[in-house]
């Protein structure tokens, strides 16, 4: 094990792989960087690929242009250029728009891109600035006045900085013991790729439904990336289905939006949950991405809020690194805590409940939130506030985010 390394990662998902690219083409020696990942290993190129796909808004494509990756992705990025929703049951024969979005002219409201796809290519990316990933599990870390002893199952190592990259179920997190926030949704996320009829023109559709959220993401015509919420319970059973009778009640909740659902690929699910953690930051240690937060994918914003914190984490350590200050320094951990913890928490609650107010079927509630929809689409200046939220492009991005360099 490399002793000189001044900073260690522990998770090498999208937003872990990310940060430690940003401060490698900033300029952090690679022998000052390490990257561990439990799951890494032989077997982890033998999995195949993840059936998810990503919306990875405006912000996150300038940080991979300036981290050099967007080119070897674009070919396989699919603009979304509005989108549509509607509020109706389940049962309904028409379903109504009942609010859209499109986006400005020149640039789409987000990038479809397969997950499987951009870790491989930020894999690639590290592995070619010299950076491999260690497959280590970490077991236990220590802080002191200078350092952060670090113990993994292959040894020990002193670092001033351990950054939490490693998923919901953070290790780093556990073992700092700082608690989260959250609660399990009682609903699962079942994605897949479906082929249809029609075509989508680079339209997202999202049905809110009493079980959940159904949305249809646009990929290359004819064909839509599916995000599927709903009750467990329902999931379950449509999961159980024979694949015609699955393509027939995803075609339900399609309700003619794209023509005919014809084909559905592998699907997958996913149990959903919302999970903030009280503290982003403890001593000489760092959470970033899913460590720190989970939302509802309703919104599409969880990458995108972990790549934020990865670009601003970087920009950080970087800026402390070339004044010659130290990277653990806990002024810098406060200021970044104090700069992504408020955004974390404003998705959280907005996806909450959006989440609740529109997965019922209660009379009221339905008046309500429509009369609030169609307030929304008759105002531009209200959507252009939700454009620009959902764009990433607010003035208090990070630099990357920018699309500038460190």
């Known amino acids: 094990m490399a002793m000189s390394e001044r900073i260690l990662i522990a998770g090498a998902g999208p937003a872990g792989a990310a940060l430690a690219l940003a401060m490698l083409q900033a300029g952090l020696p ?7 990942d439990a799951t890494a290993g032989p077997a982890d190129g033998l999995r195949g690929p993840d059936s998810r796909i990503l919306a990875l808004n405006a912000g996150s494509r300038r940080l991979l242009e300036a981290l050099g990756v967007w080119e070897a992705l674009a070919t396989e990025a699919h603009p979304m250029r509005s989108i549509a929703l509607s509020d109706t049951a389940l049962e309904s024969n028409i379903r109504l728009q009942s609010l859209g979005f499109e986006a400005e ?7 479809l891109v397969p997950l499987g796809l951009l870790q491989a290519t930020l894999r690639a990316a590290l592995a070619g600035a010299g950076l491999s990933v260690r497959p280590e599990i970490l077991r236990a870390f220590r802080a002191d006045e200078n350092s952060l002893m670090v113990e993994t199952n292959r040894g020990r190592q002193n670092v001033s900085l351990l950054i939490g990259a490693d998923g919901a179920r953070s290790a780093v997190r556990r073992l700092v013991g700082i608690p989260v926030h959250g609660w399990a ?4 996320a079942i994605t897949g790729i479906v082929e249809h009829s029609g075509p989508h023109h680079g339209e997202a559709v999202q049905h809110f439904l009493p079980g959940g959220p159904f949305a249809l993401l ?3 015509e004819g064909r839509s990336s599916m995000v599927w919420s709903e009750r467990a319970d329902v999931a379950k059973r449509m999961l159980a289905l024979p694949p015609d009778d ?10 003619g939006w794209r023509g005919t659902i014809t084909g559905i690929g592998r699907v997958s699910s996913h149990p959903l949950a919302l999970g903030l953690a009280r503290r982003f930051v403890g001593p000489r240690l760092a959470l970033v991405a899913d460590a720190a937060h989970v939302v509802h994918p309703l919104a599409g914003q969880g990458l995108n809020l972990g790549f934020g914190d990865a670009a601003t984490l970087a920009e950080l350590v970087i800026d402390h690194l ?3 200050l130290d990277p653990g320094d806990p002024a810098l951990l406060e200021t970044y805590q104090a700069r992504r913890r408020p955004a974390a928490a404003a998705m959280a609650a907005a996806t909450e409940g959006l989440n609740r107010l529109f997965s019922n ?3 009221p509630l339905r008046v309500l939130r429509d009369a609030g929809l169609g307030l929304v689409n008759r105002s531009e200046r209200m959507k252009a506030m939700f454009r620009e939220a959902a764009s990433g492009n607010g003035r208090q991005q990070p630099r990357l985010m920018r699309g500038e360099a460190l």
Do not use: C, K
């Open 105 to 111: 002219p020149g640039e789409p409201l987000a990038h």
């Open 246 to 255: 699955l393509r027939a009640e995803i075609d339900r909740r399609a309700a």
């Open 218 to 220: 646009p990929l290359d």
């Open 361 to 363: 079927e209660i009379g």
């Open 185 to 188: 949704y009682g609903q699962v």
């Open 322 to 324: 070339r004044l010659g």
């Open 30 to 36: 690679v022998t000052a960087l390490g990257l561990i």
